[in-house]
């Protein structure tokens, strides 16, 4: 079999990437080694110029950096998937490099997207019938009041679709489909996706919902319209969801009320036992004293960020390591004398601080600087090109993997990462487009 006819086999799979993560990671993995087959084939001189990018550059020393960290700091098993961090910077290289090829190459390319698209859907309707009936078509019932769809026990339906989202769009302007005259059905797409999102119940998704479709109104003029109308729907659906208590769940109880309630609830019962006491006891409304009391978030996240500031505090230069807080936890038995242990901090930049210390700092804030330098350079340039709005969209999208002020899944863990490099893949593309 030639060269070129293993190629094109391989992209057809390729291109549904971003799905496999509905089956399973043992195929997320599958596919994310068929990428690295790809870039074997697909070696050339044109590849080997990537690698003299700044970007690959700043890549390259950041998973140095991981890989000497783990190897010198994690003395048990959780050191080896660090070890060989190295693979996704050439897996972010060879999904650029794919979409270069398959660009050229003479694959019906909307057949593909068509096909994605209805892979999606057959996902939000399948959740749409959860919630209104109480299980999915597979008999899966809701758990723990919370819409998962496939995903079943794993609550990860909210994270994979706002992961996913800033994916979807880049598509649509890589095979430059065109948005006004598909609204209709984007605006039907985009309405039902952003509704399961929130009824998922995934706070931090939806928060970073609100902050994707802010930047995308603002920076990405393409697609404006579409999410304005998408906007429109959810709120109406909000509102409907919250008046008429419609569905198996009450998904307006969990976003907003336990939301407050877990930020103010130590000042709400310390205030409730010292009005019981004291009849004549009048609230404190000193906002230095109301701040004090607050939560980061809830008890749980605060406790988690208490630990991550104290290896922090213990090991600021190199903090303990990739996966050091979960390798801490485990040493003292998930039991330390500040906070509350986890597997990791459940917050970006507070895992780069705790995990990879000052240095890893230095690195987050570079990719802040990189990125936000590139996009302002982007975004003053002719606002209306396929190629200037996919590289700002998928800047937006790689926001969300980094935002630092909302609750975070593990940088570490291989589904985030894959997803992170996977953008970065998209990202170097765009960036090739515009910049040579």
């Avoid at 391989?10 to 509905?22: M, R």
């Avoid at 991981?66 to 010198?72: F, P, Q």
């Avoid at 970073?208 to 659906?237: A, D, E």
Wanted: contains cysteine.
């Amino acid at each position: 079999m030639n060269t070129q006819l293993i190629k094109n086999k391989l992209s057809i799979l390729l291109f549904f990437f971003p799905l496999t993560y509905l089956i399973g990671i043992a195929v997320v993995e599958s596919f994310f080694l068929l990428f690295l087959i790809y870039l074997l084939f697909s070696f050339n001189k044109e590849v080997q110029n990537l690698f003299y990018k700044k970007i690959i550059l700043i890549l390259f020393l950041f998973s140095l950096y991981i890989i000497l960290n783990a190897a010198l700091q994690i003395p048990s098993s959780l050191k080896y998937s660090s070890i060989f961090y190295f693979r996704y910077l050439l897996f972010s290289i060879s999904v650029c490099i794919f979409f270069e090829n398959l660009m050229h190459s003479g694959f019906n390319k909307n057949l593909f997207l068509k096909f994605f698209i209805l892979i999606i859907l057959i996902l939000l309707f399948d959740s749409f019938f959860q919630f209104f009936i109480g299980e999915n078509i597979f008999g899966k019932k809701l758990t723990s009041y919370r819409v998962s769809s496939f995903f079943g026990d794993d609550l990860i339906l909210g994270s994979y679709l706002i992961r996913l989202l800033p994916i979807i769009i880049w598509y649509l302007f890589y095979l430059k489909i065109d948005v006004n005259l598909n609204k209709h059905y984007l605006y039907i797409f985009f309405s039902i996706y952003f509704i399961i999102i929130y009824l998922s119940g995934e706070r931090t998704a939806f928060a970073l919902l609100v902050i994707f479709i802010i930047l995308s109104l603002i920076f990405v003029p393409l697609i404006r319209k579409v999410l304005i109308g998408s906007t429109i729907v959810l709120v109406i659906f909000i509102l409907s969801a919250s008046l008429f208590g419609i569905g198996k769940t009450d998904i307006t109880h969990r976003m907003f009320e336990k939301t407050y309630k877990q930020i103010f609830t130590e000042r709400i019962k310390n205030e409730d036992k010292k009005i019981s006491e004291n009849k004549n006891y009048k609230k404190d409304g000193n906002f230095i004293n109301i701040v004090k009391t607050l939560k980061v978030f809830s008890t749980d996240h605060q406790g988690h960020l208490i630990v991550a500031k104290n290896l922090f505090i213990d090991n600021y230069v190199f903090g303990v390591g990739p996966k050091g807080f979960r390798h801490f936890c485990r040493t003292i038995n998930y039991a330390p004398k500040e906070g509350i242990c986890s597997t990791h901090p459940h917050n970006v930049l507070a895992q780069f601080l705790s995990e990879l210390g000052l240095v890893g700092f230095i690195f987050y804030i570079i990719f802040c600087i990189f990125f936000t330098w590139t996009f302002f350079t982007v975004y003053k340039k002719n606002k209306n090109n396929f190629d200037l709005n996919s590289y700002l969209i998928i800047s937006i999208g790689l926001l969300i993997h980094l935002f630092p002020f909302l609750p975070n899944g593990n940088f570490f863990n291989n589904w985030i990462s894959s997803f992170i490099y996977f953008k970065i893949g998209l990202l170097l593309y765009s960036y090739k487009k515009i910049f040579t």
